[in-house]
């Protein structure tokens, strides 16, 4: 099977199976997204949806967050990976949105990069769940998901590499879906310690099936 025609069976699989598909994370507004993206590093989207409901309510916009010191924040994010440091950019993040943006998160790439605790995955998951913007963000679960599945080579290494061969080989009007496609596939069924083949509808297509079914 050439690569291409593994994309034609993933992709079909994905669209018959999850036509409709949204990220897990929970939110009432673009800001409150991005607080809830830059939390879930390193951390379980289930542990950001039980931290954010009070964070949210006592800071539901740039605005009231700007205000806070980094310790305000910390008391309600400190069951989160790196809370120090998160609570720190949250802070920053929103008196920057504030000074610059006029509260409002920016949906340019270059903008949203510039802000504290804002990589290129947190950015580009704002382009697409924000904005519907044919962006790929790559975590850990997409990184390892489109190795296993044959969708990009050895020599895509890194996470941007992956991202730019991803985005070379799935239509345009699929990318927002197959990022959260990869990422649910990866976290429920292709796990990283121990993937669930036996489960997988994809392992007729998968070239890495052979190295964990018996």
């Known amino acids: 099977m050439t690569r291409k025609e593994r ?37 379980t989207d289930k542990r950001i949806n039980l931290v954010t409901p009070e964070l949210f309510r006592h800071y539901p916009d740039a605005r009231t967050m700007a205000k806070a010191e980094m310790e305000d924040v910390l008391e309600y994010i400190s069951s989160v990976s ?41 950015a580009n998951v704002i382009q697409s769940v924000a904005f519907g913007k044919s962006t790929m963000a790559v975590d850990t679960h997409v990184f390892r998901v489109s190795h296993r599945l044959g969708l990009v080579t050895k020599k895509d290494d890194t996470p941007y590499k992956v991202e730019q061969a991803l985005v070379k080989n799935i239509p345009a009007e699929d990318i927002p879906r197959a990022h959260h496609w990869l990422l649910l596939h990866g976290r429920y069924i292709c796990t990283s310690r121990r993937p669930h083949c036996e489960k997988c509808d994809l392992k007729v297509v998968c070239p890495s099936v052979s190295a964990f079914l018996p």
Do not use: W
């Not at 939110?27 to 997204?33: E, H, M, R």
């Open 82 to 122: 790196y809370p120090n440091a998160k609570a720190e950019h949250l802070v920053k993040m929103a008196r920057m949105l504030v000074e610059k943006h006029d509260g409002e998160v920016p949906s340019d790439m270059n903008l949203l990069l510039d802000l504290p605790g804002v990589g290129r995955k947190t």
């Open 7 to 43: 994309y034609e069976y993933i992709l079909r699989y994905f669209r018959e199976q999850m036509p409709e598909v949204q990220t897990e994370l929970e939110f009432g507004s673009v800001f409150q997204l991005l607080v809830a993206v830059i939390l879930s590093a390193q951390c």
